[in-house]
């Protein structure tokens, strides 16, 4: 970068005669260093200093007072002032040729770049015009150039020096429009309010302009910082005096300060256009927000003969049934689609919603609306009408939040887990009602205050006849936390049916004990509560604690749960029931019904080989009302890594039912243990069992895997019992990407021999294997990519006598990711499903009409969609040898754009034979709008 312009105004106060006048500032001492050079130029008219009769020489100089200096000084060069004048009465030859030279060389250069301080990095001076300039001086040494000042050239730098100045004046003129424009603005909100869109667009013209005069200020400041630093660099002694030198440094610190001012000046801007953002957001956020949808569906899904199910076809289709009741009697609980029919559907309906949201602010912080409508169900809905939906409203007052919401058809609400627990309803219990909110913190203890109030409606195809909650309920609560506890205290009735109460606690204690328990006392409604009499007043009580103290970790349960909450009933909770059947879970209630008794569990982690995991456990459990009959298991177990992602996993078990050994307890023995204390395939360190074994595993997403990838499971298990026998597993499964196609290989081997074979004890040998393919959407017409699977199992059961199952199943298909148009997919799918000798959910059923789930390509069971597959024991596969033969077979095809889905499906079930049994079709077609 040039220096030249530093060197040439060093060059031109060298030049300037001393014989004037001199003006006194009260702020610049005698004996400073600049005092003689800042009464020169101040006698000179070149700054006149301020109104106080200071000077401010650490004040910042802006680019306006600059370009006023430069004309200034121009002008009196040009005029012969006495500023030019030497002592001698005149300027020498020597200095005239000094400055015409510098003026005609700046001049040059200002006319090709502008008056700005830009000049200063374009016109730094480089090596060589150092030594150009040098040896010019030289030369003015030792020869008397002829000839005057370039007149013309002198006259053109005047008037752009004028000019810049005007242009920079005019600039601050109209940034002092603009604040005078903020300040009308600031006073005028009513009409702000009503021309909110108007006035974004001037604040976003606003903050660019900001933007722009802080990034013109940042720059100047690091032109200014890179002048002072250049400064020190030049060798000013060859051709200027030290005073010339400490004038252009005081000049540079003038310049910075009023660089400073100017920053302060946008930063003042920023600041109001900050604030009127900041207005403009909270105009923003009063205004009523309002949202909804429209939608539509057309359709039918029949079948000729038995209804059956296209799920296993082609998982997760638009024409799926979902979730419902099962298909046998009683319905009280709800299946996953692989156990139900599609082919008996009637898609056709409609309805409208319409969500109204306002934030008014104040006391009421923000108020929502829902609306909707049935506009048509198959031409026999019965209510067209707009309805409420939902509503809502938050606020605060004085300092305690509170809010009160209303829900048509699904208010949840949870007092604890026994109590009030309908935080997922909607399949067994239909509620409509209020809960309100309120968080006193202002109170002693901070408590939380909660009332809920509305209406239950039973669904009997679901409720398996239990009265949960039917008509009228309400409840109180009120929780507060005590010592790192929160501490509930509940109450709530079911008219006409159930009156409870209950305590409940959850927290960590001192930071250090973890507890959680919860007890509940419940009457039939009108009747008095008696704590003494359990057969009374239904009682519930469990309480867990836990410690964790360095590598061990320990908890402990204790639980006494009548035998009235089973599927909710005594608690009123619908979210309690094992309601749901093949998706998961016992509800939401920690321990079963009919179940007094404790836990024990303990874990010890070693700090080496990665972490090795030492666990104990042990359970006592009995008869809620007598104890007569119990229950008692022992399992300890280890987890212990070694090596590129490989562990080891040994255990041992004994569990006893009234004394005697069980190989598992099932959990429905006489109701001792519940619906939870039980043993399944494949659970932890296989509690609840009766033996010992060892598994070892790699897992593929470990980042130690030795393949990544890969899961691999190879497992040995002896059982002991009255169903005994050893249990060996060996499986694998593979995620693989070779360029733009993913393959997922899995293989399966698994063989249980029992003991002694017997009715009920199953000997088994399954082999399963398939593969999984999918592409990439290939960068081609129509963005194409392909999908497939294949899968296959053969059981071989004797118990004794003999049964030879089997499942085989592939699917093609084709998704076409941009058909036409940017967002549509087109899918198209040919799929068959075959089984030979498996069990159908319909006992008079002779070929395959339902599944009992979805693991084509699953390592952790036998079964592809139906049984045999272990079921809960590996020695207990089915109740019986299946004998359902036959095939499912279907082409599936869907078009989906926006919120636009059409599907159809044509599918066939025949029976072992091959004739056609039954005939399935189905189309849809819905739309939904949303604004």
């Known amino acids: 970068m040039k220096k030249k312009l530093v060197v040439y105004l060093a060059g031109l106060l060298t030049v300037l005669g001393l014989g004037f006048g001199q003006a006194q500032f009260s702020d610049v001492p005698a004996g400073h260093w600049a005092k003689e050079a800042v009464e020169r130029i101040a006698a000179c008219g070149l700054i006149t200093g301020f109104p106080d009769g200071t000077f401010r020489g650490n004040t910042n100089l802006t680019r306006y007072q600059a370009a006023l200096i430069f004309q200034r000084l121009l002008n009196e060069i040009q005029q012969g002032g006495e500023c030019v004048k030497g002592q001698g009465g005149g300027m020498s030859e020597e200095d005239m040729t000094a400055i015409r030279n510098a003026v005609q060389e700046l001049a040059a250069e200002l006319a090709a770049l502008g008056v700005r301080v830009s000049a200063l990095e374009d016109n730094a001076a480089s090596k060589d015009d150092i030594a150009r300039l040098e040896a010019a001086i030289e030369e003015l040494k030792s020869a008397k150039p002829e000839g005057g000042m370039d007149e013309a050239a002198l006259a053109d730098l005047a008037d752009r020096v004028e000019a810049a100045s005007v242009a920079a004046d005019t600039a601050l003129a109209q940034a002092q429009i603009l604040a005078e424009r903020l300040d009308g603005v600031e006073g005028d909100v009513a009409a702000l309010k009503t021309q909110v869109e108007a006035d974004a667009d001037s604040i976003r013209a606003l903050n660019e302009l900001a933007v722009l005069l802080n990034q013109d200020v940042l720059s100047l400041q690091d032109r200014v910082t890179a002048l002072e630093k250049q400064l020190g660099d030049v060798d000013f002694e060859s051709f200027a005096n030290r005073e010339d030198v400490s004038a252009i440094q005081e000049f540079a610190t003038a310049l910075r300060s009023d660089l400073v001012r100017l920053s302060d000046r946008v930063s003042a801007l920023d600041t109001r256009v900050s604030g009127l953002d900041s207005r403009l957001g909270a105009v923003e956020a009063t205004r009523p927000t309002l949202t909804g949808s429209v939608s539509a569906t057309y359709g039918y899904a029949t079948a000729t003969g038995p209804n059956f199910d296209i799920d296993r076809l082609f998982p997760n289709n638009a024409l799926s049934s979902g979730a419902g009741a099962q298909d046998n009697t009683p319905q009280n609980r709800i299946r996953n689609q692989f156990r139900r029919g599609d082919f008996d559907q009637d898609y056709t309906g409609g309805g409208a919603s319409l969500n109204f949201g306002l934030k008014p602010g104040g006391?009421?912080?923000?108020?929502?609306?829902?609306?909707?409508?049935?506009?048509?169900?198959?031409?026999?809905?019965?209510?067209?009408?707009?309805?409420?939906?939902?509503?809502?409203?938050?606020?605060?007052?004085?300092?305690?939040?509170?809010?009160?919401?209303?829900?048509?058809?699904?208010?949840?609400?949870?007092?604890?887990?026994?109590?009030?627990?309908?935080?997922?309803?909607?399949?067994?219990?239909?509620?409509?009602?209020?809960?309100?909110?309120?968080?006193?913190?202002?109170?002693?203890?901070?408590?939380?205050?909660?009332?809920?109030?509305?209406?239950?409606?039973?669904?009997?195809t679901k409720d398996g006849g239990n009265t949960i909650l039917n008509g009228i309920y309400g409840g109180l609560r009120a929780e507060v936390n005590l010592l790192g506890l929160n501490t509930g205290l509940s109450y709530a009735e079911n008219r006409n049916n159930r009156t409870a109460f209950g305590i409940d606690y959850s927290g960590s204690l001192f930071g250090l004990l973890n507890l959680e328990g919860a007890f509940v006392a419940s009457t039939p409604f009108g009747t008095p509560v008696d704590l003494s009499n359990a057969l009374v007043t239904d009682q519930a009580f469990y309480t867990k604690l836990g410690v964790k103290l360095g590598i061990i970790e320990l908890n402990a349960n204790y639980r006494a749960i009548d035998p009235q909450y089973e599927n909710g009933v005594a608690g009123m909770s619908a979210a309690s029931g094992f309601y749901t059947f093949g998706l998961g879970g016992n509800g939401e209630a920690p321990f079963a019904a009919n179940n007094r008794g404790f836990g024990l569990e303990g874990k010890l982690t070693l700090p080496i080989l990665g972490g090795i995991e030492v666990r104990g456990f042990y359970d006592n459990s009995a008869d809620f009302a007598t104890g007569a009959q119990t229950a008692d298991t022992l399992s300890v177990g280890a987890t212990i890594p070694l090596f590129a992602g490989f562990s080891i996993n040994p255990f041992y078990n004994n569990t006893n039912v009234n004394g005697a050994q069980v190989s598992g307890a099932t959990g429905l023995q006489s109701g001792i243990n519940g619906n939870y204390n039980f043993y399944v395939y494949n659970n932890l360190d296989a509690r609840w069992s009766s033996g010992f074994g060892v598994k070892l595993v790699h897992n593929g997403r470990a980042s130690n895997a030795l393949i990544s990838g890969l899961d691999l499971n190879l497992w040995y298990q002896s059982f002991a019992g009255p169903n005994a026998g050893t249990d060996i597993l060996a499986s694998a499964g593979y995620n693989l990407k070779l360029g733009f196609v993913s393959l997922n290989p899995i293989v399966r081997y698994h063989s249980f021999a029992a003991n002694t074979p017997a009715p009920g004890n199953l000997s088994t040998t399954a082999l399963k294997y398939g593969i999984g393919v999918t592409t990439d959407p290939l960068g081609i017409f129509f963005r194409p990519s392909l999908e497939g699977a294949f899968a296959a199992n053969q059981i071989t059961e004797t118990a004794p006598g003999s049964n030879n199952s089997s499942e085989t199943y592939w699917r093609v298909g084709l998704n076409l990711n941009e058909f036409l148009a940017t967002g549509s997919v087109f899918k198209v799918g040919y799929a068959n499903y075959s089984a030979t000798n498996v069990v159908s959910p319909n006992p008079t059923a002779t070929t395959p009409q339902r599944g009992y789930g979805n693991f084509p390509l699953s390592i952790t069971t036998d079964r592809v969609f139906t049984y045999p597959g272990e079921v809960q024991f590996p020695w207990n596969l089915t109740t019986g040898f299946g004998t359902a033969s036959g095939s499912v077979t279907g082409l599936y095809l869907e078009w989906k754009y926006g919120n636009l889905t059409m599907a159809a499906a044509s599918a066939d079930l025949k029976d072992g034979g091959g004739t056609t049994v039954s005939t399935g079709t189905a189309f849809k077609i819905s739309y939904e709008v949303k604004f």
């Open 363 to 460: 006391a009421i912080s923000e108020v929502t609306l829902g609306l909707g409508a049935g506009l048509f169900n198959g031409g026999t809905d019965p209510d067209r009408a707009i309805k409420l939906n939902s509503a809502s409203v938050k606020g605060s007052l004085s300092g305690q939040a509170f809010s009160v919401t209303y829900n048509n058809d699904d208010s949840t609400f949870r007092f604890n887990p026994y109590l009030f627990n309908n935080s997922t309803v909607g399949d067994v219990v239909t509620t409509r009602g209020f809960v309100a909110t309120l968080d006193a913190k202002a109170f002693p203890l901070s408590p939380k205050f909660t009332i809920v109030a509305g209406e239950g409606v039973r669904d009997t």
